[in-house]
């Protein structure tokens, strides 16, 4: 799986999408109460890897999920 954050404008908040090995988006939600939404996607077994690249990871930057 791939996870990209994107930077939104003053009136499009940054978002966060996680993509499969086919580059098929997979999920793509906000990233403020980003647990909600990891739930809703069925990613609980990555959910601290994913809030962990939330807050570490620079916009645009492309990271592969183990």
């Known amino acids: 799986?791939?996870?990209?954050?994107t930077q939104g404008t003053d009136k499009i908040p940054?978002?966060?999408q996680?993509?499969?090995d086919q580059f098929v988006l997979l999920a793509?939600?906000?990233t403020n109460n980003p647990e909600n939404q990891i739930r809703?996607?069925?990613l609980e077994?990555?959910?601290?890897?994913i809030k962990s690249?939330?807050?570490s990871t620079p916009f645009g930057?492309?990271?592969k999920i183990e």
């Open 1 to 5: 799986m791939y996870f990209l954050k």
């Open 14 to 16: 940054d978002y966060i």
């Open 18 to 20: 996680i993509r499969d």
């Open 28 to 30: 793509h939600f906000k």
């Open 40 to 42: 809703k996607y069925g």
């Open 45 to 49: 077994k990555y959910m601290k890897k």
């Open 53 to 55: 690249l939330i807050e």
């Open 61 to 63: 930057v492309l990271k």
